[in-house]
């Protein structure tokens, strides 16, 4: 799949995806609008199914709404509190460590870049980059699982990580589809192009993709 190829397909798929349920960090995002909520719920979210990490953030920012309430809190009570999120454990930790560096460093406030951004505990790339655009309106790709998954799966990349996708991509996506290109692929790959037997059958865009690895689909 060339890049002209993919602009069509985005376009397609920006109009299809808004029929199913957004992932839950863009809905913190249009909620909030707040570059800590966004940081904090994108945390939980890692390998965390969004009904879970949707519950967990709201039971969390009921008690914590920014990072000096993090620090009243517990590391057990922020357990408590996000359980049965994955990892619960090194989340809450990470969530105490983060909220202390935001206070220590960067005076409570969410940094703006991706490098500092990077230097909180438990941030890579893919939180990093969701802060940057859901939080901070800048531009940035975000590379998840799906998002790695569907861009090898369509031929538009062939890598072999989530971080060398996030490469390639930047190198050849038009900046145009930056910051829409993580929304439309995620909420895709959850509903319709799934890791295991995707809904190719459902597939606006099938006549364009190349279904590199796929060997099974309904």
């Avoid at 990490?53 to 922020?78: G, M, Q, W, Y």
């Avoid at 531009?139 to 998954?149: A, F, K, L, S």
């Amino acid at each position: 799949m060339n890049t002209e190829t993919i602009v069509k397909v985005l376009k397609i798929l920006k109009k299809e995806y808004k029929k199913h349920k957004y992932p839950i960090v863009t809905e913190v995002a249009e909620q909030t609008r707040d570059p800590f909520k966004i940081l904090i719920s994108t945390v939980l979210s890692l390998r965390t199914k969004d009904a879970v990490t949707r519950e967990a953030s709201k039971k969390l920012f009921e008690r914590a709404k920014k990072p000096e309430d993090v620090l009243n809190l517990s590391e057990r009570e922020i357990q408590q509190l996000i359980f049965p999120v994955g990892f619960y454990r090194t989340k809450a930790k990470n969530i105490k460590k983060i909220s202390k560096a935001l206070i220590d460093r960067f005076d409570g406030k969410v940094p703006d870049n991706i490098e500092e951004l990077l230097s909180l505990p438990g941030v890579g790339r893919k939180t990093a980059n969701l802060v940057i655009t859901l939080g901070f309106d800048k531009m940035g790709i975000c590379v998840d699982t799906h998002v790695h998954r569907i861009s090898n799966r369509f031929g538009y990349v062939k890598t072999k990580t989530p971080e060398r996708t996030e490469i390639e991509l930047r190198k050849k996506l038009p900046r145009k589809w930056w910051k829409e290109y993580n929304d439309i692929l995620v909420t895709w790959g959850q509903n319709v192009c799934t890791p295991i037997s995707p809904k190719c059958s459902h597939c606006p865009v099938y006549k364009y993709c190349e279904r590199v690895g796929v060997k099974n689909h309904r």
